[in-house]
């Protein structure tokens, strides 16, 4: 139950604004006190290409994120998976401009490319099976507190590239809802290791307001666990 509470404080914690810029090390701080035989604690991280699927025209946007991770043991070889991603975007790029009713912004922007960044801290669910002590397979529902979204003016010309940027927070829900599915394999075949994998987040929210276009997020992760705080006699242990 101890272990639980601290979970739930850390948790708390690290997905603050106040300590995005301090995640790692306070990861680092907990990582022996959170892990335990049926606990592994650690840090993810990666590259995602992130998509909006509801709008044709978008392009796929790359994105790095980093956070952290749980996996509770269930069963011998089954985990609930779970944890925070504290910076991680999703949205697109490519899009045309919009109007923003100065005339002369428009005309110099009017050719321009509009990117839409959405920050979001994601709260995964999943459901995890292992294979051979090497591979696992993850899937379940993956819920997202989006802040400080912005939509970047890109434009070539006047003698170099102009950029505006503006918030957009107005624009959008707080809560992006979706599934997440993955697949993992593990560096040293023992219950706690470095493992490396793939996954897709599908959104089936709309994450804008009702006065503006419909927004539904997508991504595709490239990512790389680390348990943290794990000593020698508890990795050399094979289940």
């Not at 990582?31 to 335990?36: H, R, V, Y």
């Not at 591979?135 to 939509?151: N, R, T, V």
């Not at 040293?188 to 709309?206: A, C, N, P």
């Not at 804008?208 to 000593?231: H, M, Q, R, T, W």
Request: overall charge neutral.
């Amino acid at each position: 139950m101890k272990k639980l509470y601290r979970i739930i404080i850390f948790s708390i914690i690290v997905t603050t604004p106040a300590a995005l810029n301090g995640q790692v090390l306070i990861s680092l701080l907990f990582g022996d006190a959170l892990n335990t035989e049926k606990i592994e604690f650690g840090l993810i991280g990666g590259l995602n290409r992130s998509y909006v699927r509801t709008i044709s025209d978008a392009e796929g946007m790359n994105n790095f994120n980093i956070g952290f991770y749980f996996h509770i043991q269930t069963m011998k070889n089954s985990y609930l998976s779970t944890g925070v991603l504290v910076k991680s975007n999703v949205g697109a790029t490519g899009m045309p401009t919009y109007s923003i009713g100065d005339p002369d912004f428009d005309d110099v922007y009017s050719e321009g490319v509009l990117t839409k960044k959405i920050p979001v801290f994601y709260v995964p669910i999943l459901f995890q099976q292992r294979f051979n002590q090497r591979w696992y397979i993850e899937a379940g529902p993956q819920l997202g507190l989006i802040h400080q979204p912005s939509d970047i003016f890109d434009v070539e010309g006047y003698g170099g590239d102009l950029t505006y940027t503006t918030d957009t927070r107005g624009q959008y829900q707080y809560i992006d809802f979706g599934f997440y599915g993955g697949l993992g394999f593990k560096v040293l075949k023992r219950q706690k290791s470095t493992s490396i994998g793939v996954g897709y987040y599908i959104g089936l929210s709309d994450v804008a307001k009702d006065a503006y276009p419909e927004i539904k997020n997508s991504s595709f992760y490239l990512f790389c666990k680390i348990p943290i705080g794990v000593g020698k006699d508890a990795q050399d242990i094979d289940k």
